[in-house]
């Protein structure tokens, strides 16, 4: 079974500093999928940003970007010029190729302080 | 694009009674849809993965028969808590994939649904 964990229940950052939310993930699978989502107070969960399992390079969306590192089943999340309105709950997942299910890690709570 | 919604938003019911949540795609086909649960403060856990025209596949630990699932048509499936009990209030969250776009490795996700059991 895959597990997701983000060791970080809570971070605060300053309005325009950047950082970095980590996951790491356990599985045996080779081909799969990692995505970062976001779930602001009104509970919608909003894809930040995803990646495949079989590119090297790290995905990035703008402000967003990702740290993979598949050797040792790391997903970390960084965010660059961080706005109030990042505030929110960030959920790391992953899934596995061709099943759809998603697994979720516990969450970090990130606060975005003017 | 890729819209999913939900419905209702928010039920409150007593205990006992049975209440029934939808899941709809609206604008695109959904051979698959997932149904999550999300108590205060905590993560999302896949309860069952439902299938258009089979049975639904439930995880380990989820009572298929307090939670049914029926998933009659590409755009709709329904969840039904029945004889629901406080300990089932809870934010239910279901999710399709698109199999006919290239984003089919994505899921997009309902608004939830809040259930209050009194």
């Known amino acids: 079974a895959q597990t997701v964990t983000q060791s970080q229940p809570e971070m605060s950052v300053q309005e325009a500093e950047t950082v970095t939310l980590s996951c790491t993930y356990d599985?045996?699978?080779?081909?799969?999928?990692l995505f970062w989502y976001k779930q602001p107070p009104s509970r919608q969960m909003i894809l930040v940003i995803r990646?495949?399992?079989?590119?090297?390079q790290n995905a990035t969306e703008n402000r967003f970007s990702v740290n993979f590192q598949k050797a040792a089943k790391s997903f970390s999340l960084k965010i660059s010029d961080s706005q109030l309105g990042d505030t929110a709950m960030y959920f790391c997942a992953f899934m596995k190729h061709g099943v759809g299910d998603m697994r979720f890690g516990a969450g970090t709570r990130l606060t975005v302080k003017p | 694009g890729a819209v999913v919604s939900q419905h209702p938003s928010w039920v409150i019911c007593k205990s006992g009674t049975s209440v029934k949540i939808e899941c709809r795609s609206l604008d695109f086909q959904a051979t698959t849809m997932f149904w999550y649960r999300q108590f205060p403060k905590q993560s999302l856990m896949l309860m069952a993965t439902?299938?258009?025209?089979?049975?639904?596949?439930?995880e380990q630990g989820v009572e298929k028969d307090k939670f049914l699932i029926n998933h009659a048509s590409l755009t709709l499936s329904t969840l039904t808590v029945t004889s629901a009990h406080p300990e089932d209030s809870s934010f239910y969250i279901c999710s399709a994939r698109d199999l006919g776009a290239s984003s089919y490795n994505e899921q997009f996700f309902g608004p939830g649904t809040r259930l209050t059991v009194l």
């Open positions: 990646q495949e399992a079989y590119k090297q």
């Open positions: 439902s299938n258009e025209g089979s049975k639904a596949t439930y």
């Open positions: 599985t045996s699978e080779s081909n799969y999928y």
